[in-house]
């Protein structure tokens, strides 16, 4: 095999590893999820009642991001604890959505060549 195959390789498995992240963090309900942990480790109940959603819905979100290493979990009696398995998710998912939060403010100054939210979607 060449270097340019190696390369190749490479290359698709980042963008393939990406893709995978991003597809875990294209829910509303997982980034409101990572949001909520940002600031310590909560509950099933603490989650639910920052964010609406019900629980069977709330499980199956919190074990996906478990199952994809976004988040970590321990037991203490019958509660389970979610926290984030690293900051840098964390630092990702509020990076993205404070600039888009300044996109979509009125009147904000941000070029549309340099906005992450296309013009059909504001």
Same mark, same amino acid.
């Given at each position: 095999?060449?270097?340019?195959?190696?390369?190749?390789?490479?290359?698709?498995q980042?963008f393939?590893?990406?893709?995978?992240?991003?597809?875990?963090?294209?829910?509303?309900?997982?980034?409101?999820?990572? $949001?909520?942990?940002?600031q #310590?480790?909560?509950?099933?109940?603490? /989650?639910? &009642? %920052?964010?609406?959603?019900?629980?069977?819905?709330?499980?199956?979100h919190?074990?996906?991001?478990?199952r994809?290493?976004?988040? $970590?979990?321990?037991?203490? #009696?019958?509660?389970?604890?979610?926290? /984030?398995? &690293? %900051?840098?998710?964390?630092?990702?998912?509020?990076?993205?959505?404070?600039?888009?939060?300044?996109?979509?403010?009125?009147?904000?100054?941000?070029?549309?060549?340099?906005?992450?939210?296309?013009?059909?979607?504001?």
């Open positions: 095999m060449d270097a340019r195959m190696d390369k190749k390789s490479s290359a698709d980042v393939d590893s990406v893709a995978e992240l991003f597809a875990v963090l294209a829910t509303p309900i997982r980034l409101k999820i990572i $949001s909520a942990v940002c #310590g480790e909560k509950n099933v109940s603490q /989650l639910l &009642s %920052e964010i609406d959603t019900t629980q069977p819905n709330m499980s199956q919190l074990s996906m991001l478990y994809s290493g976004v988040l $970590s979990k321990r037991r203490e #009696g019958t509660q389970i604890y979610y926290r /984030l398995q &690293s %900051e840098r998710v964390a630092m990702l998912c509020r990076s993205v959505c404070t600039q888009v939060a300044i996109e979509l403010e009125s009147g904000s100054d941000v070029a549309p060549q340099e906005r992450l939210v296309p013009a059909v979607m504001r």
